[in-house]
């Protein structure tokens, strides 16, 4: 309550659209924190910049949290943070000329039972290869699970635009895993 007696309206909502106060919103930040990174991951393809990409999009999140709308979903903001970071990162560094493959994934060679790593690896592999466009789309409607509205207005395009980027980059996918497994996906 102020001291006027009137209720003290919150400037953040959380992701039921409620009132909620910075400590409830850092909270769902912290909750969502497995779905960001792995958004993070499909867009920098490597754990390290994915990590670095997060931890920047949370201060982001934390320093314009007056900017969250009351009618907005935070998980929707926090993924467009994300995202917008990413862009940001991307011009900064520009494109890089060489993808090195981390060491991790020389540790299996030759293992039988790595068969099933090997299969992740190759669906890893077939994701970083897709234009960002498609990567992006993928990201949030089939690993996400976000609606094709939301990450639609995610990625500030119609609608339309979305499912298009979704289907090329299915069929692409299908492609590159096929052509990797050597049988019609």
């Known amino acids: 309550?102020?001291?006027?007696?009137?209720?003290?309206?919150?400037?953040?909502?959380?992701?039921?659209?409620?009132?909620?106060?910075?400590e409830q919103v850092r909270e769902q930040i912290v909750d969502l924190l497995p779905r960001l990174r792995r958004f993070a991951r499909?867009?920098?393809?490597?754990?390290?910049?994915?990590?670095?990409l997060v931890q920047i999009a949370v201060?982001?999140?934390?320093?314009?949290s007056e900017q969250l709308r009351p009618d907005s979903r935070l998980s929707s903001w926090m993924f467009g943070i994300l995202r917008?970071?990413?862009i940001d990162e991307a011009r900064t560094r520009g494109r890089r000329s060489q993808i090195f493959a981390p060491e991790a994934?020389?540790?299996?060679?030759?293992?039988?039972?790595?068969?099933?790593?090997?299969?992740?690896?190759?669906?890893?592999?077939?994701?970083?290869r897709l234009p960002d466009e498609q990567r992006v789309a993928i990201g949030l409607v089939l690993v996400e699970?976000?609606?094709?509205?939301?990450?639609?207005?995610?990625?500030g395009?119609?609608?339309?635009?979305?499912?298009?980027?979704?289907?090329?980059?299915?069929?692409?996918?299908?492609?590159?895993l096929a052509d990797t497994t050597g049988a019609a996906q």
Do not use: C, F
């Not at 039988?112 to 077939?126: G, I």
């Not at 635009?161 to 492609?175: D, F, N, V």
């Open 42 to 52: 499909t867009l920098a393809r490597d754990p390290h910049d994915a990590d670095d």
């Open 59 to 64: 201060e982001r999140a934390l320093a314009r």
């Open 84 to 86: 917008n970071a990413w």
């Open 145 to 155: 699970g976000l609606s094709y509205k939301e990450a639609a207005e995610i990625m």
């Open 105 to 128: 994934l020389g540790e299996n060679v030759g293992d039988a039972t790595s068969e099933t790593h090997t299969e992740v690896l190759s669906v890893q592999d077939a994701m970083a």
């Open 157 to 176: 395009v119609p609608v339309g635009t979305l499912t298009s980027r979704l289907a090329r980059g299915r069929e692409a996918l299908q492609a590159m």
């Open 1 to 22: 309550m102020e001291e006027n007696g009137s209720p003290r309206r919150n400037r953040y909502t959380d992701v039921r659209g409620m009132h909620a106060s910075l």
